[in-house]
T-cell receptor, first 113, second 114 residues
Framework: DTEVTQTPKHLVMGMTNKKSLKCEQHMGHRAMYWYKQKAKKPPELMFVYSYEKLSINESVPSRFSPECPNSSLLNLHLHALQPEDSALYLC????????????FGDGTRLSIL | GQQVMQIPQYQHVQEGEDFTTYCNSSTTLSNIQWYKQRPGGHPVFLIQLVKSGEVKKQKRLTFQFGEAKKNSSLHITATQTTDVGTYFCAGLLGYGGSQGNLIFGKGTKLSVKP
C-alpha cells in the first residue's frame, strides 16, 4: 500500500481529449512532484510544487498543466496530447522540497491513441 | 548538464551471487538516495546517504557514499529472487539553479536466476 494515492490507475485517451490525473497525500508533506517515466528509463521530473506554489517547471510542453488546489492535492491537466506522451505518470511527495526522500504513488499508466 | 551516471545498465546473476551497482556524479552532491522499482511497480525509497564516506547497511544491502561525495554504490550480498527489480540512485544537487533537484541515474536492472 502506498501513502500517495493516484487516480486513475490506467487512462486511454485520444489526442483531442481533455483529462486530468489526480494525486493525494495526507502525510503533511509540503512538496509534491509530477514525474514522467517511459519504459526502461528513470523517472523524469516535470513539475515541483513547494508550499502549494509552482517551484520548478522542467520545460514541459503547455499541453500539460499542473494544479495544486491545496497542500494535499495535486492535479495534472492533459489536453491535446501526442502519442509520444504515452508513459507512466508518477506523483510523489516529500516533507519539504529538496532535502527529504520521495514517496511515490503507484502511477497512472497513460496511453494516447 | 548535470548528470548522475549509473552502471551497469543490466545485471543477470545466479541466486546466491553478489551484485553491485555504481553511481558517479560530475558534481558534488548534497546527498544521494537509492530507490528500488519492482517490475510494474513504482520507485520505493531504500536509503539516503549524507556524509562523506558514509556506509550504511540494511540486512544484505550495503550502501556507500564516496569521500568526495561524487560517487556511491549499492552492494547486495547473496542475492535472492526477491531482489529482482531496477535500482536507481538519485543525487541531490546542492548548488546553482538546480538546487533541490534530485537527478536520477538511468538505473540498473537486476534479474536473479533461481
Amino acid at each position: 500500500d502506498t501513502e500517495v494515492t493516484q487516480t486513475p490507475k490506467h487512462l486511454v485517451m485520444g489526442m483531442t481529449n481533455k483529462k486530468s490525473l489526480k494525486c493525494e497525500q495526507h502525510m503533511g508533506h509540503r512538496a509534491m512532484y509530477w514525474y514522467k517515466q517511459k519504459a526502461k528509463k528513470p523517472p523524469e521530473l516535470m513539475f515541483v510544487y513547494s508550499y502549494e506554489k509552482l517551484s520548478i517547471n522542467e520545460s514541459v510542453p503547455s499541453r500539460f498543466s499542473p494544479e495544486c488546489p491545496n497542500s494535499s492535492l495535486l492535479n495534472l491537466h492533459l489536453h491535446a496530447l501526442q502519442p509520444e506522451d504515452s508513459a507512466l505518470y508518477l506523483c510523489a511527495s516529500s516533507q519539504i522540497k529538496g532535502v527529504s526522500l520521495l514517496h511515490f504513488g503507484d502511477g497512472t499508466r497513460l496511453s494516447i491513441l | 548538464g548535470q548528470q548522475v551516471m549509473q552502471i551497469p545498465q543490466y545485471q543477470h546473476v545466479q541466486e546466491g551471487e553478489d551484485f553491485t551497482t555504481y553511481c558517479n556524479s560530475s558534481t558534488t552532491l548534497s546527498n544521494i538516495q537509492w530507490y528500488k522499482q519492482r517490475p510494474g511497480g513504482h520507485p520505493v525509497f531504500l536509503i539516503q546517504l549524507v556524509k562523506s564516506g558514509e556506509v550504511k547497511k540494511q540486512k544484505r544491502l550495503t550502501f556507500q557514499f564516496g569521500e568526495a561525495k561524487k560517487n556511491s554504490s549499492l552492494h547486495i550480498t547473496a542475492t535472492q529472487t526477491t531482489d529482482v527489480g531496477t535500482y536507481f540512485c538519485a543525487g541531490l544537487l546542492g548548488y546553482g539553479g538546480s538546487q533541490g533537484n534530485l537527478i536520477f541515474g538511468k538505473g540498473t536492472k537486476l534479474s536473479v536466476k533461481p
